[in-house]
C-alpha cells in the first residue's frame, strides 16, 4: 500500500510540475498579491500606525487645560501631534477646513478660557457649598459642560476604527477637565481649611491620566502595532493555500475526463488512495507557499523599506496552524472538484467561492475594520479562522492554546468537505 | 484457417463430449443506466472458455462497453450475476480485480506524463514494484516500439502510439483474463499486426481474452469464438467458421452481422 502511495504522490508531483499555469497560481501570484497589496495599502495603514492618529490640535486657551491636554497628546505614541497647519498656527478655521480635506482624522480645538471657565464653575461650587443655605441645587456635571471643546473627524474615515480613539479622546479630555476642577476645589478648599493643602493634591497625582487603549493588546514583550505587512503576509498567504482549489480540483477533473478514474475504478486500488496522494502533495505545497510567503515578510518587503515581519514567539503553534489550514484548503480543493461538473465549471465554482470567502473573512480588508453584521458573517470563513490565528500569533503573542480552537475548526472543515465530497461521489454516479 | 497459432482449441459442435473449463460465467446479466429509457445490457447469458478468445461484436450502442465494464468490476449490474473462477464477481471484487487486466476503448493515459511515467504509475496501481516492474515496461516498450519515444509526455504521441501505451498499461501485471474493449481502433496496418501478433502469444501463455471490435476481419482470424449482440441481447455466438456456414450467402465474418444486425445506422 505503502509504495501504491509514493508511486501516487510522484505521479501527481509530476503532473503539477508540468501545469506551468498552475504553478503560477500557486507561487507566483500570492506573491504578486502580497508586494502589490501591502505596497498600496503601506501607506494608509503607515498614517495610522507608524506616525499615529494625524490630529490637528488648536488651542485657544494657553491655559492647564490647554497645556495638559496638548502634553497628553504629545507624549502618546498612538497620535501624530500639530498644532500649525503650513508653518502658521491653526485657528479653529483651518483646522476644519484640513480635517474636512483629509489631511487631518481628527481636529481638537479647545476655546478661549476654557480653564477660567471650569475654576469659575468651581469657585461658584465651593461657595455654594460653603453657603450653607439649602436654596440652591447645584449639579456639578453641567457646571463643567459649558466648556466646549470641539472634536472634529475626518467624514472619510472608517467609523469603527475612530470609534474607539474618539472615545479615548473623550475620556482623556474629561479627566483633564476633572483634574482642573479638582485642582481649583482642593486650593478653594486649602484656603478656607488651611493646613489640609498637600493631601489632595498628591492623592490626585496617583492616578495617571488614561492613555488611549490600543487595538492591539500584545502580550509579548515587544509592542506591535498593526501594519500593512503584519495583516497583508498572513491574509494573502491563507489566500493563496485555499487558491490550490484550483488546480487540485482542475487535477480530480482531469482524471475524471481522461478516463483514468475510469482505469483507476478497475485497478485493486481504492480510489481513496489516490485522493489522499493529491491530499498530501497538495498539503505541502501549502507549506512550501506559507515558506515562500514568510521569506517574502521578512526579507524582500523590508529590502522595499516595508516594515519587516514579525512572527511572534509560538513556532509550534505557527506549524499546527498552518497544517491545518493547509488540509482546509485541500480537502476544499476536493470537494471543488467533485462537486464541478467540467474542468471549467471548477475553475469558475473554485476562483469565485475562494474570492467571496476571503472577502468576507477579512483578507482583502481586515475584519476590525468591517461593520458590525458584516464582522459577525465573516466568523463563518474559513479563512477568516486561520487569519484571526495568524493575528492570534504574529500580533498578541499568542501561543498553541490561544489558536487550538482555530485549528479544530480548519481540521473539522477538512472532515467536513471530504465528507460532503464521498457523498458526492455517490450521488453523481450515473450507473 | 483460422488460429493456426492456437493448437488445444475444440470447436465448441465437435467439443460435446470435452468438458471446456469456463473461467467467466455470465447469467442473465442485464444492466439499465440512470434515466435511460432502454436496457443497456438486457439479459446476456455466456460462457467464456479458460484460455479462450473470445469476441463481442456489435453495431454502436450495442452493449459492449458496458458489459465489459461490468465484467471488469467497474460497476454492479442492474440484474443477473457474473462468476469468475466460479466466484461470485461483486462478492469477490478486491480479489478478482488482481487477475483482471483491462485496456480501455478510450485512451486512459495522464497526457502531460511520459509513457514510461503512466506504465510506472499504472505497473505500481496493479501492486508491481521495483525492478520487476521495470523490466516488464522495457520489455514491452520494445516490442511495441516505444523505447525511442519512451521519455516523451504522451500528449506528443500520435494517436497509435497511445493506443500502444494504453494497450501495455492493461497487460503489465500478466492478467488471467483480460478485456481489450477496440484496441486497434484508429491504429495503421503495421502496428495492428504487431500488436494482433503480441495479443495472440499473450493468450498461449495462458490469458484469456475477451476483445471488441468493429473490425470483422480482424476478429474472423483473431477469436476462437464470437458473440454477436444488439440492443444488449445476444444474436448469435460460435466459432467464425461456425457462423459464417449457418448464415446463407455469407463467406466472411462481415457478412454474418450485417445479416443479423440489419443495415440500419445507430447510435
Ligand atoms: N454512463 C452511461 N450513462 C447512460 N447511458 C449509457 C452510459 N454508457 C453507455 N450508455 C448507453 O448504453 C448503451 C450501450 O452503450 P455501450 O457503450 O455499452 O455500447 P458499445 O457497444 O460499447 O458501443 P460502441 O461500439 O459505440 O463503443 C448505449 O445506448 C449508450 O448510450
Ligand atoms: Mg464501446
Known sequence: ?431 | MINPGYKNYQPLNSSATMAQSTIIEIINLAKTFKHAAEPAVNGINLSIYRNEIFGLLGPNGAGKTTTISILCGLFPPSGGKVLIDSQDLQQHLPSIKKIVGIVPQDIALYPTLTARENLEFYGHMYGLTGKLLKDRIEEWLKKLGLTESANRQVTTYSGGMKRRVNLIAGILHKPKILFLDEPTVGVDVQSRNVIIEHLKKINEEGTTIIYTSHHMEEAEHFCHRVSIIDHGKILTRGTPAELIENTPGADNLEKVFLHLTKRKLRD
Not at chain 1, 78 to 90: H, Q, R, T, V
Not at chain 1, 343 to 372: C, F, K, R, T
Not at chain 1, 375 to 401: D, E, H, Q, V
Open chain 1, 1 to 431: 500500500m505503502i509504495s501504491k502511495l509514493i508511486a501516487t504522490i510522484k505521479k501527481e508531483t509530476l503532473l503539477l510540475l508540468r501545469d506551468k499555469v498552475g504553478l503560477s497560481i500557486l507561487f507566483l501570484m500570492p506573491m504578486i498579491l502580497i508586494f502589490v497589496m501591502t505596497l498600496i495599502q503601506d501607506a494608509a495603514f503607515k498614517t495610522i500606525n507608524e506616525k499615529g492618529i494625524p490630529i490637528i490640535f488648536v488651542n485657544n486657551d494657553h491655559d492647564s487645560l490647554g497645556i495638559m491636554i496638548e502634553q497628553g497628546l504629545r507624549n502618546n505614541d498612538l497620535c501624530s501631534f500639530n498644532d500649525s497647519i503650513d508653518g502658521k498656527p491653526a485657528t479653529a478655521e483651518q483646522a476644519h477646513k484640513a480635517v474636512a480635506e483629509g489631511r487631518f482624522l481628527v481636529g481638537i480645538v479647545i476655546p478661549k478660557g476654557a480653564t477660567d471657565a471650569i475654576r469659575r464653575n468651581v469657585t461658584q461650587l465651593v461657595e455654594e457649598t460653603m453657603d450653607t443655605s439649602d436654596s440652591t441645587v447645584v449639579q456639578a456635571g453641567s457646571a463643567a459642560d459649558s466648556v466646549e471643546i470641539t472634536l472634529m473627524i475626518d467624514p472619510v474615515a472608517k467609523k469603527s476604527f475612530l470609534n474607539s480613539v474618539t472615545s479615548n479622546l473623550h475620556e482623556f479630555i474629561s479627566e483633564v477637565k476633572t483634574k482642573i476642577m479638582f485642582q481649583t476645589f482642593s486650593e478653594q478648599i486649602a484656603a478656607v481649611i488651611p493646613g489640609k493643602t498637600e493631601t489632595p493634591k498628591s492623592a490626585y497625582q496617583k492616578s495617571q491620566i488614561i492613555r488611549y487603549k490600543e487595538i492591539y493588546a500584545s502580550r509579548s514583550e515587544e509592542k506591535i502595532v498593526p501594519n500593512a505587512v503584519q495583516h497583508n503576509v498572513p491574509a494573502w498567504t491563507i489566500f493563496a493555500m485555499f487558491f490550490i482549489a484550483i488546480p487540485l480540483s482542475s487535477s480530480i477533473m482531469k482524471e475524471k475526463n481522461e478516463g483514468s478514474v475510469f482505469r483507476l475504478h478497475t485497478m485493486p486500488t481504492p480510489y481513496l488512495l489516490l485522493i489522499n496522494g493529491k491530499i498530501v502533495v497538495y498539503v505541502i505545497v501549502c507549506m512550501i507557499q506559507f515558506l515562500l510567503m514568510l521569506s517574502v515578510g521578512l526579507y524582500f518587503l523590508p529590502m522595499l523599506g516595508l516594515p519587516k515581519l514579525v512572527l511572534g514567539s509560538s513556532y509550534m503553534g505557527i506549524f499546527i496552524l498552518t497544517m491545518a489550514t493547509a488540509f482546509a484548503a485541500t480537502g476544499y480543493g476536493v470537494m471543488v472538484g467533485t462537486l464541478a461538473g467540467t474542468e471549467h465549471q471548477a475553475a469558475i465554482l473554485g476562483s469565485l467561492s475562494i474570492l467571496l470567502l476571503s472577502a468576507l473573512g477579512g483578507i482583502w480588508v481586515p475584519s476590525y475594520v468591517m461593520p458590525e453584521v458584516m464582522r459577525n458573517i465573516s466568523t463563518w470563513s474559513p479563512l477568516n479562522w486561520s487569519l484571526s490565528g495568524f493575528y492570534k500569533l504574529f500580533l498578541r503573542g499568542g501561543g498553541m492554546a490561544d489558536i487550538l480552537a482555530d485549528a479544530l475548526k480548519l481540521v473539522a472543515f477538512f472532515i467536513a468537505t471530504m465528507a460532503i465530497a464521498s457523498i458526492t461521489n455517490r450521488i453523481k454516479r450515473t450507473y
